[in-house]
C-alpha cells in the first residue's frame, strides 16, 4: 500500500489495517472528536519511531553520523490549510550544533488516507558535505552549503552567561519579520514564536551558543530563523544570523523592517535531491488512522 515507503513504513501499515479491519471509515479525520487527542499521539510515535529508525545523516570530512535529538523540537498543525496536516520537526546534530532540520508530516488525500511527507534543510557549512540516507539508502546531498551566517548589525557583544546570551537572542529575533507569497493566497504575513525552537547543550565544545526561531502559521513553521555566537572578520565574538526554509512558498525575511533574505520558489523544484532545502511529498500512502505505536523493548 505504499509508493516509496520502504520497510518500516509497510511494516506500520499492515499492523493498521489489520487492527481498523472490519470498521466503517470516517473518510475524514474530525479533529474535535474525543478520540483527535489519542489519535496525535498515535501519529506522533510514528514520527518518532520513522525519525529514529528511518533517516540518517552523514557529515564530511568529519566523516561522523549526526545525532538525533531524541524528542522533537516542536509538533504542529496547520489549521489554516485544508487537509488537516501536521507533524514535527526534529534536529540532528554535530558537537552541539544544528546541522539538518527535518520535517515528517502527513495530510489527508481525499481517499481516506495520508500522504507521508518529509522536508530537510541543511544548516552544513563552508567545507562541509551532508549526505541524507532513508532506510539505508541516500536520498539527498544537498549541494552547495546549506546556511549563510551574516553578522547581526547593531547588536551587542555575546554575553558571558548563557542567560544573558538567551535575553539577547531573543531580543535579535523580535527584530525580524517574514512572510509568504503565494499565487492562490497572496501575501500571508508569519507570527515569531518568542520562545526559540531549540538551543544549544549546555555542554556544547568551545563555549559555542545559538538557539532556532520560528516563523510560522499556526504553529507550522514557514521561515526558521537561526541566531549562533560567531566570529567576525578580526575574530572578536558577534551575533550571527541565517535563514532557514521551512515552506515550498516564496518567502520573503526582513531584519529592522528591510528585506534580507527571499526565496522565490519560481522555476524551482523543491524536491532536487541536491538542493539545500528538499520538500518531498507522497513519500507513502497511509491509513486515515495512525500507525499503532511499536512495541517497547522487553
Known sequence: MTNSGGHVVGRFLLMAFALSAGVASAGEENDNSPDAADAMKGWYAFYQHEA?????FRLEPDDVDLALDPKPI?????????????????????????????????????????????????????????????EGKSFWTPDPMGIEMRDVPAAPAPAQNRAGRLAQMKAIARRFSAYTEEASRGKRELRLLPTPLDRYPEDSPDDSDGALFSLVVGNDPEVILFVEKGANAAGGPVWQYGLVLSTRSTSVALLDEREVWRYDSAGKNPSDPRGGYLSVHGIATLPLEPPPRPARAP
Open 52 to 56: 529514529a529508525n528511518a533517516y540518517r
Open 74 to 134: 516542536l509538533r504542529w498543525t496547520n489549521p489554516l490549510e485544508e487537509g488537516s496536516i501536521h507533524g514535527v520537526v526534529y534536529v540532528w546534530r554535530y558537537k552541539g550544533r544544528p546541522v539538518d532540520v527535518g520535517q515528517l508530516f502527513s495530510y489527508l488525500n481525499g481517499k481516506g488516507g495520508r500522504v507521508y511527507c518529509h522536508a530537510m534543510h541543511s544548516l552544513a557549512r563552508t567545507g562541509e558535505t551532508l549526505t541524507g540516507f532513508r
